[in-house]
Every structure is written in C-alpha cells, then in structure tokens.
C-alpha cells in the first residue's frame, strides 16, 4: 500500500525557522528550530503537502495538492505574496538556490482506483517572482524531486516507473532516466561525495548513485517501507521507515548503515537543523515530532 501524501517539513538555515505543512488544516506551522517552539501558523491553498525553502530569495514555496497550485511566502514575515498554478497533484518541491529555480512535481491524475493515468510532469518556476517558466514530461507518478546545486541537477523519484529522471537546472531540460529499486519515494544529495540517495519503498534499500553520471554504485539494504530522507552535511543521510517506526542513519560517504533510532508510528519526513545538528521526524500516524540529537546519530563509520 502506498502510504498517503507525507506531512513535510523543511528548515531555513539562515533564520533557524522550520516550515512545517498541516495537510489536513490547509497551513503551515513555522517553528524555532532550535526550540521547537511553534511562532505562527500561515493559511495557504486546500491540502498542502510539501514545501521548499528558497534561502537566496528569502522565499517559502508551499505546494496545494487538491487545487493544482504552489503558495509562495515570505520567510521573514511569514506573509503569503503569491499563488501559482501548476499541473496536476503538485506533490514535491525543491529550489536550486544558486539558479533561482524551483522544480515543482506533479504527480498527475489518477482513475477512480487511485491508479496514475499517463506520466507526471515538473513545472519549472522563478525563485525570485514564482512565475512559471516550463514544464517537463518525467515518469509515472512521481513523488520526489532534490538538487544539486554544484552539477546543477535535479533528480526525480518515479514511484510508478521504478526509474530516476535527471534534469538539467540551468536548461530545464531532461538529461537521462535511471532504474532504480522498486517504489522509489524519495530523494537525498550530499553534494560533498556527490552521491544521490533514492529510497525503494517497495524494496526496503536505498540506492546509491554517482551525481554526475547517474551510475549506480550499490544498494543498502534498510528497514520496513523507506519512505523518505534527509542528508546532512556531516556525512550523514537520515532514512524514516514508514513500516517500521524508525529512521535508519546512513554514512554517506560510504553508504553504509551507521544504526537505527525508535521514532513514532508512520515517520513520514524529516529535516535537519544545520546549526544545531538536530534532525526532525514528522510522525504522522501519532501527529508527533521526534527529535534526533546529534549524539544519537553520531557512531563510528566503518
């Protein structure tokens, strides 16, 4: 079974602020990351799911599931300025921060059994206005996209297609597809090794591939239903396990299984606090966030 679009969660570095999405109340909660402490709840569009932080513009970008649409937000005030339109079931977002770009994924629609009809889509925005620029032809019902900024690629997970699509963020164009494992979900960078995590929900790994040349370079086997993940800068790649309520650390450098941390049932996102090292678990079946201490995820890479 397809766990249900994930609650999301992302931290601005620069404000120490994380933005996290209410799908089932159409806003987003903005907390003192350091704290945890919840500073103002934001009205946007009808479910929201996903959200981006755009640090070079000072702009949030908060994607409306149901009404088709991105919501753009001041992060200093918090103040919604604009509402896009984009394609069909917007379910992921990420921001090239040095290109200003915004790469939205559309899952696309469905029949009245849930299943996808024909393939997804990416729309392309201006980080700095929100203004459409292109959209993409990708796999079938895509459910992830992340970036690197120092090759300028974005990758998208292809939960229908088993595949990777890599796109070109200058260009806006499609480099190449990859096989990935079975139900891919989502996505982690660690641009320091130049590695590209994908989570196989229906696999229970995570493959590991080569940025620049999209080649594979081994699969590591995790818990119960990999569903989505977070890398750090510390060499770290925080693995929720949907099925299994818990969340795998990875040593990225390596890809190896560093250990595994008890969280709440049905972690569905998760997001690191740079400063401070803390990483955030969205638990969604529990409506709770575990919070991960640098000293629980810290352990001697073999």
Excluded: C
Excluded at 94 to 117: E, K, M, W
Excluded at 153 to 182: C, E, K, Q, W
Excluded at 194 to 213: D, E
Excluded at 214 to 239: C, K, N, Q, Y
């Amino acid at each position: 079974m397809t766990p249900l679009p994930p609650t999301k969660i992302e931290v601005d570095q620069r404000t120490h602020r994380a933005f996290v999405v209410n799908e089932g109340g159409d806003s987003v909660s903005v907390l003192d990351a350091a704290t945890g402490r919840v500073q103002r709840m934001v009205a946007v569009g009808h479910t929201p799911v996903a959200v981006a932080v755009d640090e070079g513009t000072n702009r949030i970008f908060v994607t409306n599931y149901r009404v088709a649409s991105v919501s753009v937000l001041d992060a200093l005030t918090g103040r919604v300025l604009r509402t896009i339109a984009v394609g069909t079931g917007p379910i992921a977002v990420s921001a090239d921060q040095i290109l200003n770009r915004v790469f939205v994924v559309n899952r696309g629609s469905v029949d009245t059994d849930r299943q996808p009809i024909g393939t997804g889509t990416v729309s392309v925005l201006d980080g700095r206005t929100g203004a459409p620029l292109r959209t993409l032809r990708v796999g079938t019902y895509p459910l992830a996209v992340q970036i690197d900024e120092d090759t300028h690629r974005a990758f998208v997970a292809n939960y229908g297609s088993d595949t990777m699509s890599v796109l070109d963020t200058a260009h806006g164009t499609i480099v190449r597809t990859v096989p990935v494992g079975h139900y891919p979900s989502s996505i982690g960078v660690d641009q320091r090794t130049g590695h590209v995590f994908v989570t196989n929900y229906g696999s229970n790994t995570v493959t590991m591939l080569a940025s620049r040349s999209g080649a594979m370079l081994r699969a590591i086997d995790v818990g119960a239903g990999p569903w989505t993940m977070e890398v750090d800068t510390s060499g770290h790649a925080f693995v929720a396990e949907n099925d299994a309520a818990q969340v795998a650390v990875l040593a990225t450098a390596q890809g190896t299984l560093v250990r595994t941390i008890t969280v709440g049932a049905n972690p569905s996102e998760v997001a690191v606090d740079e400063r401070t090292g803390q990483a955030f678990v969205v638990n969604t079946q529990n409506n709770t966030i575990s919070v991960i201490s640098p000293a629980a995820s810290a352990a001697h890479h073999p």
